[in-house]
């Protein structure tokens, strides 16, 4: 009986870790990602626990087909351990959601303060280079937004060489828009030059921004703790789960055997 409470406790335990495991994966911020970490290191140790408990147990009845079974599962946890200190580590550092809030915080806000300043250099213009500086400023408007749109697939991106190629792209608009803010200051008065040095201020801050972004987006710490828990962690606890039900189906039928 303590054999069997032991086994069911095992498989209760290991779907408990590789929940919160998901969980911590699947988290939006690093506070909610290290209570589901604690949640699934504490049902790994009652799991690890429950098997130091059972084998004794077993080596005790003379068991040696279900002690076989235990060990089987032993060996196949321990991969899944070691898989879940890699996922966990990863899950915590959160880098993709951190380069997902500064998108939509100091990112944004530091290009929208650029176009609002493109804005005011715009009607700071007049005479005959005001058309030319109209489209200058939307040039380099474009090429802002135009960044802050690659920076949405930059941060879902799991592949290398294609976030190389993102990283072109920004780099090539970023290019573009400080050639646009070259070519404004040579057409413009005193007044709009003030205007523009304030622009160039905001994109500078922009750029700075962006920089921190693309560098977490790099360590791609979500993507990859995701790829993990939907590859090799649920094949193994698959694996695990497997060799629980034939740990018990096993004990069951030696209580059968006693019953009759």
């Known amino acids: 009986m303590d054999a069997r409470r032991l086994a069911a406790d095992m498989r209760v335990q290991l779907h408990r870790s590789a929940g919160a495991a998901q969980r911590a994966v699947m988290a939006e911020t690093d506070e909610a990602s290290a209570d589901f970490a604690r949640e ?89 280079n005001a ?34 190629r993102l990283e072109e792209q920004m780099a090539a608009s970023e290019a573009a828009a400080r050639a646009s803010l070259e070519e404004l200051s040579s057409l413009l008065g005193p007044a709009g030059r003030k205007e523009l040095d304030a622009a160039r201020e905001q994109l500078e801050r922009f750029a700075a921004t962006h920089r921190d972004l693309v560098s977490l987006s790099r360590q791609n710490t979500d993507v990859r703790s995701l790829a993990v828990s939907l590859g090799n962690k649920r094949e193994l606890t698959a694996a695990c789960d497997a060799a629980l039900v034939a740990l018990q189906d096993s004990l069951a039928k030696r209580g059968f055997r006693a019953t009759r």
């Open 40 to 128: 699934a290191e504490e049902a790994t140790r009652t799991l690890e626990q429950d098997l130091k408990d059972i084998e004794p147990i077993l080596e005790q009845l003379s068991y040696t087909d279900e002690l076989r079974l235990a060990r089987e599962f032993e060996q196949r946890f321990a991969e899944l351990r070691a898989l879940d200190r890699s996922l966990l580590a990863l899950a915590l550092e959160n880098s993709n959601a951190k380069a997902q809030r500064l998108a939509f915080g100091p990112v944004r806000e530091a290009a929208d303060a650029f176009c609002d300043g493109l804005e005011r250099v715009v009607r700071s213009a007049s005479g005959t």
């Open 131 to 164: 058309l030319r500086i109209d489209l200058l400023a939307a040039r380099a408007e474009l090429a802002v937004r135009e960044i802050q749109a690659l920076q949405a697939l930059h941060i879902a991106e799991v592949d290398d060489a294609v976030m190389t």
